[in-house]
């Protein structure tokens, strides 16, 4: 079904609250990585029960929910997220980027639009499994079991000015940089030309961070 949005012109009149960018269903991220809360429902649920009252819901519809019939959902669903005390459904119309910069934090499942606030210093909640839920200003919603776990976890992540989150954000990004085998994309056709050499001297440093994991 289509369901009805709510046009913001001034986002600074529905502040504070946490932006919430809907998931397309099905697609591989969310059912594989989600876990539990690849019900969305659910996971909106857990987050409303968590921060404080005051603070709305930003629902964000995907673009394909505009596309034609087959990507239409359930009216069930709409009408769970309406039902939610002190939410909005907004329109497509608004950049998540300003969406983002002006939230308290973002919650989603497993998409990226998490990491996109962490990089922007605003704080995170992912329900599912990401390799990027291990940024410093972000957490999965299992380690948040009660409103008082919310309050210490958002206290301690937003005691730190911008600054000092892009600082914190920057040695998480080198920290996974080091870690990592560099590629690039290739053409059809194309393979990788990247030497022997310089691959196994990657995997060196891996193995090694994790032998040293292990015997710590």
Request: net charge positive; glycine share 4%.
């Amino acid at each position: 079904e289509r369901v009805k949005t709510t046009k913001i012109n001034n986002l600074l009149t529905i502040c504070p609250y946490v932006y919430m960018p809907l998931h397309f269903q099905p697609e591989s991220s969310t059912e594989t990585m989600g876990g539990f809360f690849v019900d969305q429902l659910l996971f909106a649920k857990f987050i409303r029960d968590i921060i404080p009252k005051n603070w709305k819901i930003i629902f964000k519809r995907p673009p394909l929910d505009l596309t034609p019939r087959p990507y239409l959902r359930h009216k069930g669903f709409w009408d769970f997220l309406k039902n939610i005390e002190n939410s909005l459904i907004i329109d497509n119309q608004t950049k998540s980027e300003d969406l983002i910069k002006l939230s308290k934090l973002v919650a989603s499942p497993t998409g990226t639009s998490n990491f996109e606030a962490n990089l922007l210093g605003i704080p995170s909640i992912y329900g599912g499994f990401s390799n990027f839920a291990a940024s410093p200003i972000a957490c999965q919603i299992k380690e948040l079991n009660t409103k008082n776990d919310f309050n210490l976890w958002y206290e301690k992540v937003s005691k730190n000015n911008l600054a000092e989150r892009y600082n914190q954000m920057t040695k998480f990004i080198n920290q996974i940089e080091y870690k990592s085998i560099p590629g690039k994309f290739y053409k059809i056709g194309e393979f990788s030309k990247l030497e022997k050499k310089e691959t196994l001297s990657h995997l060196n440093i891996i193995f090694n961070s994790l032998k040293n994991q292990f015997l710590l």
